[in-house]
Every structure is written in C-alpha cells, then in structure tokens.
C-alpha cells in the first residue's frame, strides 16, 4: 500500500514507492523521493498492521505490574509494562485484551493519555497510553511467541528502574513519565492521580 499523496505541507516529494517484504504484522516499502534539500534519494518506511498499546494497571497499594520478556530484535532482556498491538480502530478492547493475556488482570476502569509515535524516521507505528485501575485478578494466557515473568513492584521502585536504564523501552518509558506529569499538572481525576503518585517523590 505505497501512499505518493504527499500533504501540502510536506517538504519531501513522492515520485513512487514499491512494497519490499511483507509478514504478517509489517510491511517494508520503498519510495524514491525528491529530498527537502531538492536533490534525488529514497526512503524506506515500514508500515505495522496494528498500533501499539502500553497499560499502566495501577493498585491501591501503590503497586504496578511489571513483565519481562527477551526481545529477539535486540538481544536484550526487558522489563515492561504491559504492552501488544491492537486495531487502531478500536485500542481500548486491544489493550483489554493485552493486559489479561500477559497479567492475568481485567480493570473496570481505564484513562487514555495522548497518542505518541514510535521511531518515526522509519515507521508510521503509533502508540496508545492507557491507565487502569479497579482490577481484578486473573489466569495470564501469553502467546506462544512470549516467555513472560510479571512482577508486581511498587511506583516509585519501577520509577527507579526507568531513572537508572533498567527500563529501557520507550512505550513504557512515555507511559510512567507521562502519567506521573499528567498526575501532578492536575490533569487525571483526583483518584486516579492519588495511585499514580503513591509513594513517588
């Protein structure tokens, strides 16, 4: 699905654009292009078929979840919020979904955050922020692809491991951040701002 409508506004010009691979959950696609600069070059761009999703499922004792999995593109181990892709067409029961599958949880309650973009040199991947509370426990159901250890960790340690590099992807990174800074600017109700900020300083 090559897009060449550029917008008005955009500085690069489309001339083509061509599909290089493609799986299941992305496509790679080539475009050449006319650069900002004026001179000839190309542009690789890999299109998701799903959005991402982070949830941060928040306890009255001031607690979160945390999973860790290895990740296969990085060679890394990672400690993560919930997180999984979902229709773009309907997030929230993607993120419904995730959070069971990977913690067992289900949250009566649940608070959007804005919309951010993932590595947006090269992909036109969006993500979703959500908050949940209320929740009840469950039974997990990873998928067959996830090797998954949840850990249920106070707010203020897990933001201690995002401040020491212990936590270093980037969704969940936008989630803590953003749901402390929108806890203190007042913009989350009242409860919900209350187990955010429980036992941050």
């Known amino acids: ?20 691979y493609d799986n299941p959950w992305i496509t790679v696609i080539h475009y050449d292009v006319t650069t900002p600069g004026g001179s000839p070059g190309i542009y690789g761009v890999v299109h998701f078929r799903t959005a991402a999703c982070a949830i941060l499922p928040l306890f009255e004792d001031g607690t979160t979840v945390l999973v860790g999995q290895y990740r296969y593109a990085i060679r890394r181990y990672s400690w993560e919020l919930p997180e999984g892709g979902v229709d773009p067409a309907d997030p929230l ?6 959070l069971q599958e990977e913690t067992g949880y289900t949250a009566r309650q649940w608070h959007q955050l804005p919309d951010i973009t993932l590595s947006n040199s090269i992909t036109d991947e969006t993500g979703f922020i959500y ?12 998928e067959e692809t996830e090797a998954l250890v949840s850990r249920r960790l106070p707010m203020a340690e897990v933001l201690a491991m995002a401040r020491s590099g212990q936590i270093h992807d ?4 936008a989630t803590l951040y953003g749901a402390v800074d929108a806890a203190r600017d007042g ?3 009242e409860p919900l701002a209350r187990l955010v900020l429980a036992g941050v300083t």
């Not at 908050?131 to 990873?142: E, H, Q």
């Not at 980037?170 to 990174?173: E, Q, S, V, W």
């Open 131 to 142: 908050l949940a509370w209320d929740l009840d426990p469950g039974t997990a159901k990873p």
């Open 1 to 20: 699905m090559p897009r060449i409508d550029d917008p008005p506004e955009s500085p690069w010009r489309t001339h083509s654009g061509r599909q290089v």
């Open 187 to 189: 913009r989350l109700p």
């Open 170 to 173: 980037i969704l969940t990174l």
């Open 93 to 98: 029961a993607g993120a419904r979904r995730e």
